[in-house]
């Protein structure tokens, strides 16, 4: 089965606390982490010691050097490791597509870090990019 591919608007309405302004500019492959990181912070700050904390607002959710970058407010360490986490799963997680075991790559043009992308190898020449050794 494919995995569900969701759109920001999707977050936003699902975990509106999170999200109390539209701060998610990362591309569609990696949305599936965002979505699954949301579901992890809710059910902790609901359900587990997180009920007393400050709520735990996402200021930004963006592509930087090529991997997922995540910002937020409020929470504890717990939500700060959630988020880490997630941004390390993009390390291997195609921006494009979400599959998983994909690599870093930069433009043919520029061939440095400010134009690299995680790709898959299909997406990577797709898009003219080369492998990062």
Not at 16 to 44: H, Q, R
Not at 60 to 89: N, P, Q
Request: hydrophobic content about 35%; proline content about 5%.
């Amino acid at each position: 089965m494919p995995p569900k591919y969701y759109s920001p608007d999707d977050l936003y309405t699902k975990y509106p606390k999170l999200f109390p302004k539209n701060s998610i500019t990362c591309e569609i492959g990696w949305l599936n982490i965002v979505a699954d990181m949301c579901a992890a912070i809710d059910i902790y700050l609901q359900y587990g010691e997180g009920a007393e904390l400050p709520q735990v607002e996402f200021t930004e959710i963006k592509d930087k050097y090529g991997v997922l970058s995540i910002s937020f407010t409020g929470g504890d360490d717990v939500v700060k490791h959630i988020a880490s986490y997630c941004e390390r799963l993009s390390y291997r997680t195609c921006s494009c597509c979400g599959v998983v075991d994909a690599t870093l790559f930069c433009s043919t043009k520029w061939r440095d870090w400010g134009t690299a992308r995680t790709l898959c190898e299909k997406h990577a020449h797709d898009l003219f990019y080369y492998r990062l050794t």
